[in-house]
């Protein structure tokens, strides 16, 4: 009986290092939310963004008075390709910058999605939304409101799951966002593409 117990448990602890490791969405899943810029390193391999220069209303928190609910990367979940933040079900979402609509339907895992492309290159990804206000082509102003948070998809309570992307890869939001103080974080982020990868380095004063 005593074997019989330790094989449960070792099972238990199996499954839940598999959970742990599974990414939050599948490949499949991302095939329209991990598209390159077409020209964006046609220049170099190098890209610069100077946070400094953005103007105040330049940007926007995407989810004014938000908490982190689970962080990027290790943080809680591994290979979670964005950050959760929370504040209330039917929350407006607003655009984090100038940008166009790329994408905007249901899509698998994420639910409701609006993904925009920023014109320094930037993608911000916004998901699980409750309803989209915004179509594909559509020019956003930051702050703009592009839907209301909700819980489509793969989720387990009503939240935003937003990520940052270059290039199609996704990378830790909080490089370039104060995601507990809700704004912009100073100085430079430096993007090195380094053959199929782009590796995005911590701001600099």
Not at 2 to 13: E, R
Request: aromatic share 8%; charged share 20%.
């Amino acid at each position: 009986m005593k074997h019989y117990y330790l094989l449960f448990l070792l099972c238990c602890v199996s499954l839940a290092v598999a959970a742990q490791s599974k990414p939050t969405f599948t490949g499949r899943e991302t095939i329209d939310i991990k598209v390159p810029t077409p020209g964006l390193f046609a220049s170099g391999n190098k890209l610069v963004w100077n946070l400094d220069s953005v103007a105040k209303a330049g940007y926007a928190f995407p989810l004014p008075g938000a908490k982190v609910i689970s962080g990027y990367g290790t943080h809680q979940r591994r290979n979670h390709s964005g950050v959760d933040i929370k504040t209330c079900a039917k929350d407006t979402i607003r655009c984090a910058f100038d940008g166009v609509v790329r994408l905007s339907k249901a899509y698998g895992g994420y639910g409701n999605v609006v993904v925009v492309r920023h014109g320094n290159g930037l993608e911000t990804i916004y998901s699980h939304n409750f309803t989209n206000f915004v179509k594909v082509g559509d020019q956003l102003k930051a702050g703009q409101p592009i839907g209301l948070t909700g819980r489509t998809g793969r989720a387990s309570t009503e939240h935003l799951h937003f990520e940052t992307r270059v290039n199609g890869q996704h990378f830790n939001p909080n490089l370039i966002f104060d995601m507990k103080a809700g704004k912009l974080l100073n100085g430079t982020v430096k993007c090195v593409k380094k053959g199929a990868s782009v590796l995005v380095k911590k701001p600099t004063q």
